[in-house]
């Protein structure tokens, strides 16, 4: 959870972006998932997310937030959004970092993650990919 602090600070960048994986809690065995991020939904933009019994957690800077759903809408990129209890991404700490530093997170969903027969679904995969590529051609500015 802290492998992004050192290269934030080495880089110093003016905002960052953290891509990850999600669980998709779309499965007949899931059927109170605590999220409606599913697959074949696109990517999923980070809304808060917390890692009980570390007390970390995360609540994306909202303007920059925003400037990836507004990308999204206009390249017809569909969008997902993700609360989540019980996971956290590397991006977490990064918005404590020297002054404060601005930070959102994506991430794509995931079925059996860190298992031998993880799903993802390719649409989502290549949604993830227009987005971040659409979202560094119009970087957001404060």
Known sequence: MQGAVPVASHLRPDWALGLDATLSFDTPDLPNGQTEVRLGGGPAIKIMD???????????????RRHIEAVAAAE???????????????????????????????????????????????????????????????????
């Not at 917390?50 to 920059?64: E, I």
């Not at 993700?82 to 995931?110: D, I, K, N």
């Open 50 to 64: 917390h890692l009980r019994g570390m007390g970390l957690g995360f609540v994306p800077h909202l303007g920059l």
């Open 76 to 142: 017809d990129i569909p969008l997902q959004r993700e609360v989540v209890v019980g996971l956290s991404t590397a991006a977490a700490p990064l918005p404590f970092l020297g002054a404060g530093l601005p930070v959102a997170a994506v991430s794509f969903p995931l079925r059996y993650s860190h298992s031998p027969v993880e799903v993802a679904d390719a649409g989502d995969a290549d949604a993830t990919l227009q987005l971040l590529e659409a979202v560094v051609r119009s970087p957001w500015k404060d």
